[in-house]
Nanobody
Framework: QVQLVESGGGSVQAGGSLTLSCVAS????????MGWFRQTPGKEREFVAG???????HYADSVKGRFTTSRDNAENTVHLQMNSLKPEDTAVYYC?????????????????WGKGTLVTVSS
């Protein structure tokens, strides 16, 4: 089992930047593909970015070119650097772990979730 704790959410104006971090504990971090999802009220949780055990990265089209994810296996941490933020990026962002080699874009395939951190982008 793995526990995930996100940090770094907050409020920012459109065009600004934020960096989210997620620290994992409780199991071998290298065993997990890691990802970020987000959710707004009344909508399903949607895939944002993911990084496989081997470091392969996949982004949702809506954030490609603006967001960057990375992992530090020595620190059991995954990051999401968010640049050029837009009001439509406003959501609760969740760190996700899947005990598999590759990333999934389907929230139903995630094994563990963090509690989420709110990102608010004002116009």
């Amino acid at each position: 089992q793995v526990q995930l704790v996100e940090s770094g959410g907050g409020s920012v104006q459109a065009g600004g930047s934020l960096t989210l971090s997620c620290v994992a504990s409780g199991d071998t971090f290298r065993s997990y593909a890691m990802g970020w999802f987000r959710q707004t009220p009344g909508k399903e949780r949607e895939f944002v970015a993911g990084i496989s055990r081997g470091g392969n990265i996949h982004y949702a089209d809506s954030v490609k070119g603006r967001f960057t994810t990375s992992r530090d296996n020595a620190e059991n941490t995954v990051h999401l650097q968010m640049n050029s933020l837009k009001p439509e990026d406003t959501a609760v962002y969740y760190c996700a772990a899947r005990k598999a080699t590759i990333v999934t874009t389907n929230h139903r395939d995630i094994d563990y979730w963090g509690k989420g951190t709110l990102v608010t982008v004002s116009s």
